[in-house]
């Protein structure tokens, strides 16, 4: 592409945006952007590719005109530049259409999608093309630790990507996955999420049929099978398909089934069969069922697409996940630090889980922001403390940006913690970080675990408490 042509992306801080920008850039555009502000790893990505960016709005940055503006899904009408954009009929385009437009023809388009585990399978998948000299496309929702990055251009035949149900863009509220026309086409999970823009779980579903009624018949459909985990809406989307299906699990019924599994501290090891058949042994350098039901989403795509075994087995064994998956911060004091992104009750309960298992020996203390939009509501009210229930401990952040929900609609955490305390665990709710970071500074033992899960930044909590453990100043905790 020309250095001529110059796109400006409207929201470039995103999680996908900044990616997306980088892609345009090595690809041969000149790329310019705006935000509310940009932070790492957005700023660092872009800065490291010479790309400029503004940290505010304003309708000066589309002067003189780009020739095209990518406009983020979190944009909306009354965005300075937005309105500048549609006042002078711009051209624009959203993510999902630069990558069915730009980057997706004349590739075979793997795409992962799901409640969970998505973005896990999808650096996984890249990591073994990669590893088996496949030279992958990719794009994947946070930062491939293996990459350093969250996007690959090597040109080979596939593109691996994060198939996304949220919105597209404002004027476009379907889904993003339905611009990117799987060949392969990966449902890792399916229970309701995104209370935001999906009325009921019927809604949801809806839009995984409409995706694998999207599969060609030369393509493929993989779902994660154990009927009495998976649930029945992975079975009522899979009925849509006019392609094969497999299936993978634990139980004998899947095409690819797990056993013999294994933790041996941070790593687990497990055997596959393959329609009843040895297919080999495998070693993640992770721990959780979940992230062995991730390998095998992800063995089961690569074996199709024609990498051996031993290849799989290699890239498997030196996959180092996504960043904010089980990331350790560190101990301090003896005072284990650990974050993670996990933003529903499925996802705190596997999280928690896992924790347990790779180090069984520590209290658990389970440190929860409600920030996304379904975690935000009171949706979960109901399942959420059963998840928590399993740490030892249960620390409970104020609702982000609370003022935006009526008391009808929001999730209230103290009722959460009520009926934590009423399932045998000690809970306790505070309004912000720092009250969070002083009380746990001051509870915390050496010896202890303390697990912070949020799809945000919680208010930089990590950061805060990190400080104060390794100052080992006790402070008395604040009253409640």
């Known amino acids: 592409m020309s250095e001529e042509k110059r796109v400006h992306v409207i929201g470039i801080g995103g999680s996908a945006m900044a990616p997306l920008a980088g892609m345009l850039r090595e690809s041969g555009y000149r790329v310019t952007g705006s935000d509310s502000g940009v932070y790492p790893p957005a700023s660092t990505l872009l800065e490291s590719l010479g790309i400029s960016f503004y940290n505010t709005f304003d309708a000066a940055h589309l002067q003189p005109a780009p020739d095209l503006v990518i406009v983020g899904n979190i944009i909306a009408r009354g965005n300075l530049e937005l309105e500048e954009v549609l006042d002078r009929k711009i051209p624009y385009r959203s993510l999902p259409e630069i990558l069915e437009e730009v980057f997706l023809p004349g590739r075979h388009s793997i795409v992962i999608s799901g409640t969970h585990g998505k973005t896990t399978t999808t650096a996984m998948l890249a990591w073994i093309f990669h590893s088996a000299g496949r030279l992958p496309n990719f794009l994947v929702g946070g930062v491939a ?142 721990t959780g069922r979940h992230n062995v039901l991730n390998s095998l989403a992800a063995i089961a795509v690569a074996h199709g697409r024609g990498i051996s075994a031993d290849s799989i087995a290699k890239a498997l064994a030196t996959f180092r996940s996504v960043k904010r998956r089980m990331d350790v911060k560190g101990e301090h004091g003896g005072i284990l630090v650990v974050d993670d992104f996990a933003h529903h009750p499925t996802a705190v309960k ?19 922001e409600p920030r996304s939009n379904s975690m935000r509501r009171k949706v979960f009210q109901e399942s959420l403390p059963k998840a928590l229930a399993l740490a030892d401990r249960v620390v409970l952040g104020g609702v982000f940006r609370a003022q935006q929900l009526g008391d009808d609609n929001r999730m209230d955490p103290e009722s959460v913690a009520t009926d934590v305390r009423a399932l045998g665990r000690e809970a306790r709710t505070f309004a912000g970080s720092d009250a969070i970071a002083e009380y746990l500074s001051t509870e915390a033992k050496p010896g202890d675990l303390l697990l912070i899960m949020s799809n945000g930044s919680f208010d930089g909590l990590c950061e805060k408490l990190v400080k104060k453990l390794d100052r080992g100043v006790p402070t008395e905790a604040p009253a409640r």
């Open 350 to 368: 596997a999280t928690i889980e896992a924790a347990r298992s790779r180090w069984p020996k520590r209290r658990l203390w389970a440190i929860l």
């Open 145 to 286: 630790e293996n990459f350093g990055k969250s996007y690959g251009l090597g040109g080979g035949a596939e593109f691996i990507l994060e198939g996304d149900e949220y919105e597209t863009a404002f004027w476009d509220r379907g889904p993003k996955f339905f611009h990117y026309h799987p060949d392969d086409l990966i449902i890792t999970s399916l229970e309701f999420d995104h209370a935001d823009i999906y009325a009921d779980l019927e809604t949801y579903e809806l839009a995984f049929r409409r995706l694998v009624n999207l599969v060609p018949r030369s393509g493929r459909v993989v779902i994660w099978g154990d009927t009495s985990d998976s649930g029945p809406a992975l079975r009522r989307a899979a009925s849509r398909a006019f392609c094969p299906v497999e299936t993978y699990g634990f139980s004998d019924g899947n095409d690819w089934v797990a056993e013999g599994v294994e933790v041996e501290g941070d790593k687990t090891r497990f055997r596959v069969q393959h329609k009843g058949k040895s297919f080999g042994e495998f070693v993640l350098a992770a």
